[in-house]
């Protein structure tokens, strides 16, 4: 039954990013903005227009243009950058890491620190610090990610300048690395010197990034374990003499999270489109910030690339997310 | 300064917390760090889109050097070629190849390496955008240190593109050995400086040739940031992240220039303008003439830009070659409400018509447009106005499909007219939106001819035509801020290209 299931979603998984691949063809060639056209000085004659136009594959039309790059992709060729002359696989699997690791540290603080406040908040019911956590859940939901990021790089970069405010990692550092998981390989290299630099560098824009979603989760959370705290056998852990931190923790926390797991998987994915701005807010050298070059270039191919590379990462957290949440319903998983 | 137990404490806090995260120490400036507005997508500067972005050539001249040298006020001096010219009958052009230059892997800078790079960009397979220059050019060969090239089609800007977009050198031996792909990673020139670490969209580290034939730059390692975001650039400089920056809000600039740091403020090669397309209304001379008497340009620029700018009347700026002082369109709402009522106009029965604009494409572009609506309105012109991207302005353009007015920004950092008035408002260019058979015929016999201060007295008298007849409406003379560290003194160079090879310690 399982496994029927699973089949079925990867099935659909497939034919979710056919169509994604098919529609960002079109649109992003259908969409004002001709990227010959950006690329020629004034005195080029429309012979150059036309010249151009072919050298980049641009002359034919869009379903001949969309079977000659279905057929490269069919053999790992994504095509090559209009701006960088790179292939674009090269490009988007490059960035990739940097921008997964930006989002794996955004979502473990968001959960750290919207975890803490709801359990926090759940200990302290009825009491003004309750209240003080509600008031802060609020404000850090109203406020969008690309704010909070103005705000870190106004106080912990201008005010009081102890973190990085732009890039990955000091230019200046010499990197060992063979993978493009700088944080992860620094940790495995035992590089712990690296490792501040480049936690120094990403800790604002994963900051930026957590503190919506930390809202979003600890009130879910919170709400999740107020409701389970009146269910009959959480009263019973009580009477058997459990003390109330055992209560929340080990008896309330593990039915109250599979709302909160569903979410943070969804919220997983909308955080990693939130990294195209904040990314480029703090000059940090991923996937997000590079797709924001390809839209002003009209890069085409790189446009599609990423656009596809985003869709894979969405399908595939929700995905997991379903088997997750299956695998630890014991509900589903019997039924 | 009472250095006690307390300040001694907050201290060492402080000197730890910075050595822990690594920021560069204030005080002494080893290495210069620059965050720059734009990133460095490629590093050929002879093809692709990279190679006609004009920002990006203070990144390329930096490692490469152009076949001619341009000085900070735009004029040209000898660099990797230290004379040229026409022969008589202007059927050949020659170039004498300066000697005792190095490429960055330490081989010798030959002739072979500026025939090769002049025939590269003229052949249509390589992709130069600017082929239908270079293939002006034809036959390229050496004698001794003389490069010696046939004129396919005389060109009298010629030498004005060797030192303006795509005009580099490129080494010959190396780019046949590693290809596009191994030049991409790997790039040499024989600039002032040399690339040694790359990270695309992150940076770029530059290390100081010390062998440059035009003297080692003052800092011998620089870091370029590529740091997109106006707001994290200025940041950036007034944390003391980066040394210097440019491009800012002039408010910001301001701000910090008589604050923590130091600013240069110098008008560049670079205009607003608004394009006027021959089609409904605007066939109207009157019409024309009224939208542009009714215009107070240097209200705008002292409101909008806070002063940073210079109110143009042509598209020459004072730098240019052409510019001519004498033609001056002048503010006059009055003459304006004059002309409008003889075509049948006023305030009561506005004309309407349709003007486009980008919207932070430039420094308060789409602020400026509505000033000058707002100004419109007042003489009897009604305008709505459409915002769209720079990329559809492009296509517009090229599709002669522009809205009746447009506004525009045109870079010229050769200063040459057919650069400026003549691929804006030669009705064949595809970058022109005025077709007039007049302007045609005033601008056609200039392309071609061989006496300079004949074809120079020429380009006056179209301008004189396009400001007397208003087929293009020229605003403003942008300003370029650069901020930077007291420790560093930054020569402004007007193409807007911003290099730290003039910048030393000071």
């Not at chain 1, 930026?208 to 009959?232: F, Y």
């Not at chain 1, 070059?293 to 690339?305: C, F, M, S, W």
């Amino acid at each position: 039954m399982f496994w029927q299931k699973l089949i079925a979603r990867i099935g659909t998984t497939a034919v979710t990013l056919i169509g994604v691949a098919v529609i960002v063809f079109v649109v992003i060639r259908v969409v004002p903005g001709n990227p010959v056209a950006m690329m020629l000085p004034p005195g080029a004659t429309e012979a150059d227009v036309a010249r151009l136009t072919a050298l980049y594959g641009l002359d034919k039309s869009i379903p001949a243009q969309f079977l000659i790059w279905v057929q490269g992709v069919l053999h790992g060729d994504f095509g090559t950058s209009i701006t960088t002359r790179q292939p674009v696989l090269d490009l988007v699997l490059g960035r990739l890491p940097a921008t997964l690791e930006l989002s794996i540290m955004a979502l473990v603080m968001a959960v750290a620190i919207g975890g803490t406040a709801a359990l926090t908040g759940t200990r302290l019911r009825g009491t003004r610090a309750e209240g003080a956590i509600d008031v802060a859940n609020g404000m850090a939901l109203s406020v969008p990610d690309f704010l909070w990021g103005l705000a870190l790089i106004l106080l912990f970069g201008v005010l009081m300048p102890v973190f990085h405010i732009s890039g990955r990692v000091t230019p200046s550092l010499e990197l060992p690395f063979t993978t493009g998981f700088y944080l992860f390989e620094s940790l495995f290299r035992l590089r712990f010197d690296l490792w501040a630099d480049i936690v120094s560098h990403m800790l604002m824009p994963a900051l930026a990034l957590a503190i919506p979603l930390a809202a979003i989760i600890g009130q879910l959370l919170k709400q999740s374990l107020k409701e389970t705290m009146h269910l009959d056998y959480v009263t019973l852990s009580r009477t058997k003499g459990y003390g109330e931190n055992h209560v929340i923790t080990r008896e309330a926390l593990p039915n109250a999270i599979l709302p909160t797991l569903t979410l943070v998987g969804v919220q997983f994915t909308f955080l990693i489109g939130g990294t195209v701005i904040v990314e480029r807010l703090f000059s940090y050298e991923g996937l997000g910030n590079m797709a924001i070059d390809a839209v002003i270039n009209r890069d085409l191919p790189l446009i599609q690339g990423i656009v596809i590379l985003f869709a894979v990462i969405f399908t595939a957290v929700n995905l997991v997310v379903d088997l997750l949440y299956t695998v630890l319903n014991p509900r589903l998983r019997h039924g | 300064m009472n250095l006690n137990r307390r300040s001694l404490l907050k201290l060492s806090a402080a000197g730890a917390a910075l050595s822990l995260t690594g920021l560069p120490a204030l005080a002494a400036i080893d290495e210069l760090v620059i965050a720059y507005n734009v990133t460095l997508p490629s590093w050929d500067p002879t093809v692709g889109p990279s190679a006609v972005n004009p920002t990006i050539q203070g990144i390329y001249q930096s490692v490469f050097d152009q076949y001619i040298l341009q000085q900070p006020d735009l004029s040209p001096a000898p660099g990797l070629l230290t004379e040229w010219g026409w022969n008589d009958d202007r059927t050949q052009v020659w170039m004498t190849v300066r000697e005792g230059v190095k490429w960055h892997d330490g081989s010798d800078f030959t002739a072979e390496d500026v025939a090769w790079s002049l025939a590269r960009v003229a052949n249509p397979d390589t992709g130069s955008p600017i082929q239908f220059v270079w293939g002006t050019l034809k036959n390229h060969r050496v004698e001794g240190n003389k490069v010696i090239a046939d004129v396919a089609q005389f060109d009298p800007t010629i030498f004005k593109w060797m030192y303006f977009l795509t005009g580099y050198v490129l080494p010959k031996a190396y780019y046949e050995k590693v290809g596009a792909e191994g030049f991409e990673a790997a790039p040499i020139g024989t600039g002032p400086y040399m690339v040694e670490k790359f990270e695309r969209n992150a940076y770029v580290r530059l290390k100081a040739n010390e062998a440059y034939w035009g003297g080692a730059p003052e800092f011998k390692t620089v870091t370029i940031k590529f740091v997109t975001d106006s707001a994290a650039r200025v940041a950036e400089v007034e944390s003391g992240n980066a040394h210097v920056t440019l491009e800012m809000p002039y408010e910001e600039y301001d701000r910090l220039k008589n604050g923590p740091l130091a600013g240069v403020a110098t008008p560049v090669s670079d205009i607003g303008m608004i394009f006027l397309n021959d089609i409904d209304v605007m066939l109207d001379p009157n019409v024309r003439k009224a939208a542009a008497l009714a215009i107070d340009k240097q209200t705008i620029i002292d409101r909008l830009l806070s002063g940073y700018g210079v109110a143009i009347d042509t598209l020459q700026t004072p730098e240019y070659e052409a510019y001519d002082p004498s033609i001056k369109v002048g503010y006059d709402p009055e003459k304006a409400k004059e002309l409008l009522a003889a075509s049948g106009y006023s305030p009561e029965n506005p004309v309407k018509f349709k003007i486009q604009t980008t919207k932070g494409f430039k420094p308060k572009d789409y602020e400026m447009v509505q000033a000058i609506v707002g100004l419109w309105r007042k003489v009897g012109i009604e305008a709505e106005i459409e915002v769209y991207e720079i990329a559809k302005h492009y296509e517009l353009r090229a599709a002669d499909q522009l809205a009746p007015a447009a506004f525009y920004n045109w870079g010229n950092s050769v200063g040459d007219p057919t650069t400026s008035t003549g691929f804006a408002m030669f009705g064949p260019s595809p970058h022109s939106v005025w077709d007039g058979a007049d302007l045609i015929e005033k601008i056609a016999p200039l392309w071609g001819e061989a006496d300079e201060a004949k074809r120079i007295e020429g380009w006056k008298a179209v301008d004189r035509y396009i400001a007397e007849n208003a087929l293009v409406i020229p605003l403003l003379q942008y300003v370029q801020p650069i901020l930077h560290a007291p420790g560093v003194k930054v020569v402004p160079h007007a193409s807007g290209a911003l290099l730290p090879h003039l910048m030393t310690r000071g």
